[in-house]
């Protein structure tokens, strides 16, 4: 069964850098695009990043463009979200899926605080 892992989450200070990983399983990940998804407290899930299915092409959000990196190694059927410059209104809990959306992971949270 389709499976997506995500790890990397935690507490970082305002400016800080944070690498957020998604493992995918029981499906040919080299075949599909992902997307990066978050959500707030109190607010809805909101697309951060879309990567093609072979990682030339890359579409982000306008809160995120310039900070944020999305890649994916087809070797490890791995997708990356490399965070740089975060700010506290990027705390989060941050989803990977398949697609826009046709599986989702369980989510990472992602703290920024000093």
């Known amino acids: 069964q389709v499976q997506l892992v995500e790890s990397g989450g935690g507490l970082v200070q305002p400016g800080g850098s944070l690498r957020l990983s998604c493992v995918a399983s029981g499906f040919p990940f080299r075949s599909y695009p992902m997307t990066w998804y978050r959500q707030a407290p109190g607010k809805e899930r909101e697309l951060v990043a879309v990567i093609t299915s072979d990682g030339g092409t890359t579409v982000y959000a306008d809160f995120v463009k310039g900070r944020f990196t999305i890649s994916r190694d087809n070797a490890k059927n791995t997708l990356y979200l490399q965070m740089n410059s975060v700010k506290v209104e990027d705390t989060a809990v941050y989803y990977c899926?398949?697609?826009?959306?046709?599986?989702w992971g369980q989510g990472t949270q992602v703290t920024v605080s000093s």
């Open positions: 899926s398949r697609n826009r959306g046709d599986y």
